[in-house]
């Protein structure tokens, strides 16, 4: 009996005086945009000291990451041209701007068809086929109008790789036999499209799926 005595307020003690110390649960911190006196400008949150680069953030090469060379969209590609690159810009034009602007560019991708305020236009129209590559660099990094900007999911040099799929693209809508390099053969009978597109850009329609064999006692 008398050991329970002892026990119960002991436990008592231990409780309170266990939440006695609230250094971990109340830590020295500001809340984000929080105010705080210290400095003049009041804010917690500090501006970088002027001059400072963080690490990968040197941008020294400008026209690279704006595409501009002062404030006009520049033609040139910063890198050059390799097979490589068209393929990787390939890879990455299908994953981020094919939904939307179709595997040809013609601007009917899929979530477009299902509804959009707006359908993006056609690589394909005049004044993109003559629009320079500064400028695409410009959109897909910014965005424009209802189409948002891609800085953040494609690095610098993959949205110059797509800009170059993209010039493929152009030319493949625009290709005539003299494009085909000596030595290529232009198939003889043209592959067979479907759906109709005012561009002139078309996709090729897959093999119908081959009826699977019927398997002996199997069934129907
Ligand atoms: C979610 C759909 C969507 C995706 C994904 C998308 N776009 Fe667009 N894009 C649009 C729409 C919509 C417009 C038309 C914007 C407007 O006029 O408001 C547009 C417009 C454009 C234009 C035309 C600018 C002009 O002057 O008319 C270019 C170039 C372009 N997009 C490039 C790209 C590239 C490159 C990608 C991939 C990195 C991409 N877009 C991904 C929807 C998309």
Redesign the pocket.
């Known amino acids: 009996m008398t050991r329970v005595k002892i026990l119960v307020p002991a436990l008592l003690i231990l409780t309170i005086c266990s939440a006695c110390r609230q250094d971990m649960h109340d830590q020295p911190r500001y809340k984000p945009q929080a105010r705080n006196d210290f400095f003049p400008d009041m804010r917690s949150a500090r501006l970088l000291i002027d001059g400072t680069v963080a690490r990968g953030q040197l941008h020294e090469d400008s026209y690279f990451y704006t595409g501009k060379i002062g404030n006009n969209p520049g033609e040139v590609m910063p890198f050059s041209i390799t097979h490589d690159v068209l393929e990787r810009g390939q890879e990455r034009?299908n994953i981020?701007?094919a939904?939307?602007?179709s595997r040809v560019g013609d601007g009917k991708g899929m979530?477009?068809s299902r509804g959009?305020s707006?359908?993006?236009?056609s690589?394909h129209i005049e004044r993109?086929q003559k629009?320079p590559a500064g400028y695409?660099f410009d959109?897909?990094t910014n965005g424009?109008?209802?189409?948002q900007g891609?800085s953040g999911q494609?690095p610098a040099k993959d949205r110059w790789a797509?800009i170059a799929y993209?010039r493929a693209l152009q030319l493949s809508q625009k290709a005539g036999a003299a494009d085909v390099p000596a030595g290529l053969n232009l198939p003889t009978a043209l592959p067979k499209f479907e759906g109709d597109a005012p561009s002139g850009a078309t996709l090729v329609t897959p093999a119908p799926p081959k009826k699977e064999e019927k398997k002996e006692g199997g069934v129907e």
Do not use: D, E, K
């Open positions: 034009y981020f701007c939904p939307c602007h979530i477009p959009f707006r359908m993006p236009p690589y993109l629009a695409y959109v897909i424009l109008g209802i189409m891609y494609i797509i993209i």
